[in-house]
Every structure is written in C-alpha cells, then in structure tokens.
C-alpha cells in the first residue's frame, strides 16, 4: 500500500470549541426558524408586490432618512419600525391626505396633532416629532406589545380598550399586519456565515473566520433536517 495520509482530528479543547460554536449557532437557527414562523404568520394574506417593498418610494424614503432616524432615537424607537409605519401610512409622502381626513407622513389626525402642539400637520419635521411621540406614547401604555400600539395607532385607544385587543377592523388589521411585516423582514439579522475547511496541519476545523493558508474551504449549511 502506498502512504496514506489520515488528517489528524481537532484536540479535545477543538472539539468542545465546535460543540459550543454549533451550540451557538443552532440556537441562532432557533430564533430565526421562529422569525420565520412570525413572519409567515404576518405576510398571510399580503400581496408578492407589497412584500417586495418596490412600491416604497426610494427617493423620498432617502429624503427623510435622517429626520426618521434622529426622531426615533430620542424616542428609543427602532428606526426601522418607525419607517414601516411611515411607508404604510404615506409612503413617505409628507402631503397624504387620507379618507378620515389623517394628514402627513405619519398621518396624524387633527386630535391627535393638537394634544402634541402640531401647527402644520405637512410640515415634516412637526409631523414626525409628534407621530413618533405618539407612538412611544403608546409602546408605553401597552408595555412594549407592538400590534397593540399599532392598533390604538390605527384605531384609537379607546377601539383598543374596547375590544380588549386589537380591534376587529379590516383596516386597523391590515394597518397592524403591514407594518409588522415590513418591520420584521427590516430587522432580521443578517445570516451569520461560517465554513468547513483544513487548516496547515490538516485538521478538520468549522469558523466564521477562514484562516490564511486554510484549504478545502467550503460553506456550512444549516438546514431543518441536518446541522452539519
């Protein structure tokens, strides 16, 4: 028989360092399996082209990026939840007028701008103070339940109170279930990526980080029915 090279396997400190490492990541596959269980739960129902975002105006989300961002910081909102409720209420479009007679980027109805000093629901900067303001409002009345707050958003307190939930209204459901969807697909994690590959001595060894002088490198893909 000719010589035959057999790769030496990892020590046992390697070992339990990719026990850990697969630990980790398969908890990681956990939060995403249920993200992806929410997510399908939100988007029953809505259209491939609302998903797609590509009805989102571009230009005028980019225009308003920043005004979005400062707002929501010194509210302690996530900026991402705050565009989807612009995108759903206005499509970022500071003149919207709805059938209710809402107004603005945030739609704000004239109730609603008065409690919080609006003078010109158009102007986006008044606009988006207050409708941010609002919504931290009631993140806080409903101890952070995102559907209620968007449902009392939508809807009215009082709707909210009165149903003792999210409110049977085709629209303010609707209203909710965009949102999230947009928030949701918006705040997922990136994919942490991670590799199988040998490193100088020819040990089998799995990172996120591919060593200089590494060979045979090759993706890990973690799927439902295998983790390796």
Not at 99 to 124: C, H, I, S, W
């Amino acid at each position: 028989m000719g010589n035959f090279h057999r790769p030496r396997r990892c020590t046992r400190g390697k070992r339990l360092t990719l026990v850990f490492a697969a630990f980790l990541l398969l908890a990681g596959w956990g939060a995403s399996a249920q993200d992806e269980i929410r997510l399908a739960r939100l988007t029953e129902g809505l259209s491939r082209s609302f998903l797609s975002g590509h009805w989102i105006d571009g230009e005028r989300r980019i225009r308003y990026r920043h005004q979005v961002q400062n707002f929501s910081h010194s509210r302690k909102l996530d900026p991402r939840l705050v565009e989807a409720v612009v995108a759903v209420e206005s499509n970022f479009n500071p003149r919207a007028v709805s059938r209710k007679g809402a107004a603005g980027l945030m739609q704000l109805m004239p109730q609603t701008a008065k409690q919080y000093g609006v003078e010109n629901r158009f102007d986006p900067i008044e606009n988006l103070a207050a409708g941010t303001r609002h919504l931290r409002a009631l993140l806080d009345r409903y101890e952070g339940n995102l559907e209620l707050a968007l449902a009392a958003y939508n809807a009215g307190e009082d709707a909210v109170e009165r149903y003792g939930g999210v409110p049977p209204y085709p629209e303010t459901r609707n209203f909710v279930k965009k949102v999230l969807a947009l928030y949701y697909k918006a705040a997922r994690p990136p994919d942490s990526r991670f590799y199988r590959y040998e490193d100088e001595t020819g040990r089998t060894c799995i990172s996120n980080a591919v060593p200089a002088g590494a060979r045979n490198v090759s993706p890990v893909v973690f799927t439902r029915r295998t983790n390796f």
